[in-house]
């Protein structure tokens, strides 16, 4: 069974940071690409950021661009998203997704408020 636990969510003010944690289980990242959606209130959930399989990125939103980093430990079977400058747009929650193009399992989520 896939299973996604993110962490590391929270307020922080403007161009503060914060750094997500997932932990997966259920599958290898050889299996699946992993990464990060987001949904803020009254809007369809974005994709972030996805990470293919073998290792390479596979897609980053132009809107974090500069700004947020995702990187893995394979051995921990834990992916993060690193989130510098954060701005009150970036206030959602963050679900962490895996997948063929992180589109088939998602975790419970993660809110992140930035104030300004």
């Known amino acids: 069974e896939v299973q996604l636990v993110e962490s590391g969510g929270g307020l922080v003010q403007a161009g503060g940071s914060l750094r997500l944690s997932c932990l997966a289980s259920?599958?290898?990242?050889?299996?699946?690409?992993i990464g990060w959606v987001r949904q803020a209130p009254g809007k369809e959930r974005e994709g972030v950021s996805c990470?293919?399989?073998?290792?390479?990125?596979?897609y980053l939103s132009n809107s974090v661009k500069g700004r947020f980093t995702i990187s893995s430990d394979n051995a921990k079977n834990t992916v993060y998203l690193q989130m510098n400058n954060l701005k009150p747009d970036d206030t959602a929650v963050y679900y962490c997704?895996?997948?063929?193009?992180?589109?088939?399992?998602w975790g419970q989520g993660t809110q992140v408020t930035v104030s300004s």
């Open positions: 997704a895996a997948g063929s193009q992180c589109a088939d399992y």
């Open positions: 990470y293919s399989a073998s290792g390479n990125l596979t």
């Open positions: 259920g599958f290898t990242f050889d299996d699946y690409a």
